[in-house]
T-cell receptor, first 111, second 109 residues
Framework: NAGVTQTPKFQVLKTGQSMTLQCAQDMNHNSMYWYRQDPGMGLRLIYYSASEGTTDKGEVPNGYNVSRLNKREFSLRLESAAPSQTSVYFC??????????FGPGTRLTVL | LAKTTQPISMDSYEGQEVNITCSHNNIATNDYITWYQQFPSQGPRFIIQGYKTKVTNEVASLFIPADRKSSTLSLPRVSLSDTAVYYCLVGYNTDKLIFGTGTRLQVFP
């Protein structure tokens, strides 16, 4: 039981490049989330998916898109990366909507 | 959205009990109180959750007074490995939860 997994662990992009962050969970949870965490700050919600086939914006959705591919997988796409998107990205899942289980994170640097 | 206020940082020594208080004056009737722990370069880890009175598990206790406007996370006999950031969240649905800057706990030998 791996819990929540994220790929890649590290990524460096140039401004304007695109990439997709992958997240998968094996706990059969309905809800999945994408957060970003800037240095010394708390986590901010980017997008979430309450169930397969649905997605909703969180606090900071601009510049991102998401896909809930199936119940297990929830991807985050940066279409045109900007230096302001340099951050650590965490994926999480939840069964009851109150308790979240987080992945190890993806450290993204945009030059 | 229920806003929470926690101390920015706390220091302790190994073996001591640590109590971190979170203020949440506008907590709603359906809201739960949840605490997470985060180590550097890792995702937050769920510690404990409660609605009222006292909740205890193998790592911590959570005390919630009758008015629910605050809560206290209690870590018994901390060790160096408890050095981390602790977040208090209040809400019912996780999509409405806000992670503040948390409380940075430093445990000294």
């Amino acid at each position: 039981n791996a819990g929540v997994t994220q790929t890649p662990k590290f990524q460096v992009l140039k401004t304007g490049q695109s990439m997709t962050l992958q997240c998968a969970q094996d706990m059969n949870h309905n809800s999945m989330y994408w957060y970003r965490q800037d240095p010394g700050m708390g986590l901010r919600l980017i997008y979430y998916s309450a169930s397969e086939g649905t997605t909703d914006k969180g606090e900071v959705p601009n510049g991102y898109n998401v896909s809930r591919l199936n119940k297990r997988e929830f991807s985050l796409r940066l279409e045109s990366a900007a230096p302001s998107q340099t951050s650590v990205y965490f994926c999480a899942s939840s069964e009851d909507g109150r308790t979240q289980y987080f992945g190890p994170g993806t450290r993204l640097t945009v030059l | 959205l229920a806003k929470t206020t926690q101390p920015i940082s706390m220091d302790s020594y190994e073996g001591q009990e640590v109590n971190i208080t979170c203020s949440h004056n506008n907590i709603a009737t359906n809201d739960y109180i949840t605490w997470y722990q985060q180590f550097p370069s890792q995702g937050p880890r769920f510690i404990i959750q409660g609605y009222k009175t006292k909740v205890t598990n193998e790592v911590a206790s959570l005390f919630i007074p009758a008015d629910r406007k605050s809560s206290t996370l209690s870590l018994p006999r901390v060790s160096l490995s408890d050095t981390a950031v602790y977040y208090c969240l209040v809400g019912y649905n996780t999509d409405k939860l806000i992670f503040g800057t948390g409380t940075r706990l430093q445990v000294f030998p």
